[in-house]
Nanobody, 125 residues
């Protein structure tokens, strides 16, 4: 069983920055598996923010966050990071880390086997 633990959420003013962390309980998980950050605002569907699959050399960002958000990983810590800059009120949501190791690419939340508990990001204007 893989556990994902997010941290780093909080409240910031528009234009500010936050860095989210997702720590995986399995070694090399952040490298060998497809990982993603999703977010869900109240009353809205869960949407993909960024999906990455290092073994396939593929990373895709949502258009709404391109140029503002970026991911990185610390393999030694089995941790995936989401750096969020120039935050906007519309970025306010619960952010979830997700992972799947079944070898397929997907941007559909239901295709991810493992999820963290979520971390809240609130951006005020």
């Amino acid at each position: 069983q893989v556990q994902l633990v997010e941290s780093g959420g909080g409240s910031v003013q528009a234009g500010g920055s936050l860095r989210l962390s997702c720590a995986a309980s399995v070694y090399d998980y952040t490298i060998n598996c497809m990982m993603a950050w999703f977010r869900q605002a109240p009353g809205k569907e869960r949407e993909g923010v960024v999906i990455t699959y290092p073994l396939r050399g593929r990373t895709v960002y949502a258009d709404s966050v391109k140029g503002r958000f970026s991911i990185s990983r610390d393999s030694a810590k089995n941790t995936l990071y989401l750096q969020m800059n120039s935050l906007k009120p519309e970025d306010t949501a619960m952010y979830y880390c997700a992972a799947d190791c079944r070898g397929r690419w997907s941007d559909v939340p239901a295709d991810f086997a493992y999820w963290g508990q979520g971390t809240q990001v609130t951006v005020s204007s």
